[in-house]
């Protein structure tokens, strides 16, 4: 299966920041990665499929680049409602492997 | 929408079947996966099958123990979970998959979760 390891797993900021999340995946994926969202008690939510398309409805403060084995997503000015746990997805294999997830934290 | 139900307490060894009800779209035109989250825990993608029930794959966690079905005539996901185990205590979501036919893509829907807890 394809590993997929996320870093960091927390990320402390301030409302404002630019922070960015990357995901490495063990073997190329091409650009076939999935960003989501998951806020306590809730299902994750898509933000970004294909590395770097943004999902219809998703704030533009969101992006994501990188292709083959490494991938980023940015959140360019964090607001509060941003804080929340962000995970990763490759798709390039029909047994789908998520990352560790990375928990973005008001500091 | 996707409605997950069937979850509860079981003991370690027995079976449980999860339901999930599909809505809003055309259920036989696409791959459908579960995905679970135990407590505290990251998410795990746990089985695919194909929109026409001939292709399904599994996580090796569960290969053996859990099947997933389909009734496209009910828009109708299934879980079938078999000798579960204490580690498979976790929240199961059904999520749809973006591609039509091939369900090689991302999800762009899920359900809102159903808990498993086994325990004696």
């Known amino acids: 299966d394809i590993q997929m390891t996320q870093s960091p797993s927390t990320l402390s900021a301030f409302v404002g920041d630019r922070v960015t999340i990357t995901c490495r995946a063990s073997q190329s994926i091409s650009s076939w990665l999935a960003w989501y969202q998951q806020k306590p008690g809730k299902a994750p939510e898509l933000l970004i499929y294909?590395?770097?398309y943004l999902e219809s409805g998703v704030p533009s403060r969101f992006s994501g680049s990188g292709s083959g084995t490494e991938f980023t997503l940015t959140i360019s000015g964090l607001q509060v409602d941003d804080f929340a746990t962000y995970y990763c997805q490759q798709y390039n294999s029909y047994r789908r492997t998520f990352g560790q997830g990375t928990k973005v934290e008001i500091k | 929408q996707l409605v997950e139900s069937g979850g509860g307490v079981v003991q370690p060894g027995r079976s449980l079947r999860l339901s999930c009800a599909a809505s809003?779209?055309?259920?036989?035109?696409?791959?459908m996966h579960w995905v679970r989250q135990a407590p505290g825990k990251g998410l795990e993608w746990v089985a695919l099958?194909?929109?026409?029930?001939?292709?399904?794959y599994y996580a090796d966690s569960v290969k053996g123990r859990f099947t997933v079905s389909r009734d496209n005539s009910k828009n109708r996901l299934y879980l079938q979970m078999n000798s579960l185990r204490t580690d498979d205590t976790a929240v199961y979501y059904c999520?749809?998959?973006?591609?039509?036919?091939?369900?090689?893509?991302?999800?762009?829907?899920w359900g809102q979760g159903t808990l498993v807890t086994v325990s004696s």
């Open positions: 999520a749809k998959d973006w591609e039509v036919g091939a369900a090689g893509g991302y999800f762009d829907y």
């Open positions: 294909r590395a770097s």
């Open positions: 809003g779209f055309t259920f036989s035109n696409y791959g």
């Open positions: 099958i194909s929109y026409d029930e001939n292709n399904e």
